[in-house]
């Protein structure tokens, strides 16, 4: 039965529109000032999955040599590969697509967030991050569809920037930093002169001319080898390796937030494949100059401009703005920004033409 379950899914039309799969990296920590305890973990995951589960549900176990790291692989198919990393437990699993994670959400969920859970282990805001990784494939033979993605990316500046996250630490957003800015744009100007026929170059210039060494990032934090590495939103260190890495996301909450942003970003670029021209540059939402104490942990945007940027990203793709609220920048949503733009004139008229569409294709 789950052999045909999964034919289903991956014959559907649907599941094939963008050939493209995700491998998250959900993180844990605890609400004390105590280090997690990734052989605790490992050990809850045992008890959890092994000895507590009947025949033909039981998890298989292998040691890594990267030790501590220990993956468990499902007898549906799917594994998780249980670490520790600087700080935090981090848990890696095979690339899937949106749908096999959808259908597989709840097994996973009880797997992994349980686990963490039951041992006071938590998805925690600057203890790690909800990194996103997308199978360079899509792009390898698509250039204008990667080139697109990246613009898009980089005019909704909200995205790094208080909507998927703002990490000052880890992944900072290319748009803070003029010479940033500066080296970016070159290198989309280069591809649209037709200087690049390859995805994997221009990713690599990209990398190259954007990761500008003599401009302080916002917070100085590690050493200059390491920040050189992770100090951007986007991570294209990795494309030869077949993967590109989102890296400004708030650890996830669930996998159901999981599940609901990587079906964001899929049919975000379902709607830039039908654009047969290159995007043009230009952000949505203007970053304030920086004030080092006030932006290390507060996004330099205004909130209502970012939520209006948001809102029009997310309806374009074609999805709900209910279904991504909840994971926006907290202080947002502590703040009363969340219910101050929904309540706004823009919102409601958006709304409204939103629903009357539906009802008029409903006819």
């Known amino acids: 039965m789950r052999i045909i379950i999964l034919l289903i899914i991956l014959l559907s039309p649907r599941a094939w529109a963008i050939d493209i799969e995700f491998g998250p990296e959900f993180t844990f920590g605890r609400l004390d000032d105590n280090p997690p305890d990734v052989r605790m973990m490992q050990g809850r995951m045992d008890v959890h999955l092994i000895r507590g589960q009947e025949k033909g549900a039981k998890f298989r176990r292998k040691v890594l040599s990267t030790d501590p790291a220990v993956r468990y692989y499902s007898p549906n198919g799917w594994n998780a590969t249980v670490d520790d990393d600087q700080g935090v437990i981090e848990v890696q699993m095979k ?10 959400k709840n097994d996973i969920q009880d797997a992994i967030f349980a686990s963490a859970a039951n041992i006071d282990h938590w998805p925690l805001l600057w203890r790690g991050g909800g990194h996103i990784n997308l199978s360079f494939s899509t792009f390898k033979n698509n250039p204008l569809l990667f080139r697109n993605f990246i613009v898009d990316c980089y005019n909704h500046n909200e995205l790094f920037m208080g909507a998927f996250g703002y990490d000052t630490h880890n992944a900072m957003s ?4 003029p010479a940033r800015r500066a080296g970016l744009e070159k290198t989309i100007e280069l591809f649209d002169h037709g200087n690049y026929f390859s995805a994997v170059n221009f990713a690599e210039d990209l ?4 990761n500008v060494t003599d401009v302080e990032p916002v917070m100085l934090w590690g050493t200059e080898e390491l920040r050189i590495q992770k100090e951007f939103a986007i991570n294209f260190i990795w494309v030869r390796e077949g993967r590109l890495e989102i890296r400004a996301v708030r650890p996830q909450a669930s996998v159901d937030v999981w599940v609901r942003q ?7 670029l379902e709607y830039l494949e039908k654009l047969k021209e290159p995007l043009a540059i230009d952000p949505k939402v203007e970053v304030q100059p920086i ?3 006030k932006h290390m942990l507060e996004p330099p945007v205004n909130p209502q401009d970012a939520m209006k940027a948001f809102y029009t990203y997310v309806t374009e793709a074609g999805e709900d703005w209910a279904d991504h609220r909840d994971y926006l920048w907290p202080k947002w949503g502590w703040d009363g920004e969340i219910k101050k733009f929904e309540k706004s004139y823009w919102f409601k008229k958006r ?3 939103k629903c009357e569409k539906r009802l008029a294709g409903a006819k």
């Open 207 to 210: 990398e190259k001319n954007v």
């Open 174 to 177: 290319w748009n803070v930093h």
């Open 351 to 353: 709304q409204s033409e």
């Open 262 to 268: 990587i079906r964001l970003i899929k049919k975000r």
């Open 95 to 104: 690339p899937m697509t949106v749908e096999l994670f959808e259908h597989f």
């Open 291 to 293: 004030d080092l104490e």
